[in-house]
């Protein structure tokens, strides 16, 4: 628990090394119901790795990472949606808008077809992408293909949102528009986001994390880079 507000995921001296190589070391974080974390730090410091380890995706070389329920005791699983960044995924896998989207409601059990097809319709319309349901994913621009992965993310209205840049690629008023998405998905949800992007981030957000090789919170009024905190 982090100033009396309720933790739901926990990393406890985390260290993560591969290939001889350091990645991240001693990392403590809580991250509390209803934060919005803005994530920043050096190129190679170490963040697209904190957020696959959050997720389990990587396990850590030495530490724990805990997901919380609301009375405090440990769950294996916590519903979560991720948006990983562009170049981590293969554009010439034959996959087209619409299964990538519906693939983001496989943790799902118990939706009707019917309510799978509203689900994507609706996240669809938000991202702006329903006259291009059928095309593949390898005929899509770098911008769009940012745009269908955060509709993958959104699509099962997870409590907790976990976002790798997601700006990149996007023109200015798609960007504009993620602001607004973000804005509205916000209220009684987590979200961990990851941008060098900070001017418009860092008012929506309420903690301020630097990564470089370890995790630094940042209370001052600037966010780009550790030595501008107080």
Known sequence: MTAGRQTIIQLENVNFSTGGREILRQVDLSVCRN???A???????GKTTMLRLILKLLKPTSGNISYL????LPTERLHIGYLPQKNMIDSRFPITVREVIES???SLKGLS???KKERVEEVLDTIDMR????????ALSGGQLQRVLLGRALVSNPPVLVLDEPLSYLDKHFEERTYEILENYRSNRTI???SHEMSRIASMANRHIIVDHTVHECHGSHHFVACDCD
């Open 35 to 37: 934060d919005f974390l």
């Open 39 to 45: 994530v920043t730090g050096p190129n190679g410091g």
């Open 69 to 72: 329920t609301p009375d405090g």
């Open 104 to 106: 983001g409601l496989m």
């Open 113 to 115: 077809k019917t309510e």
């Open 131 to 138: 006259s291009h349901i059928a095309n593949p994913i390898g």
């Open 192 to 194: 961990i986001l990851v």
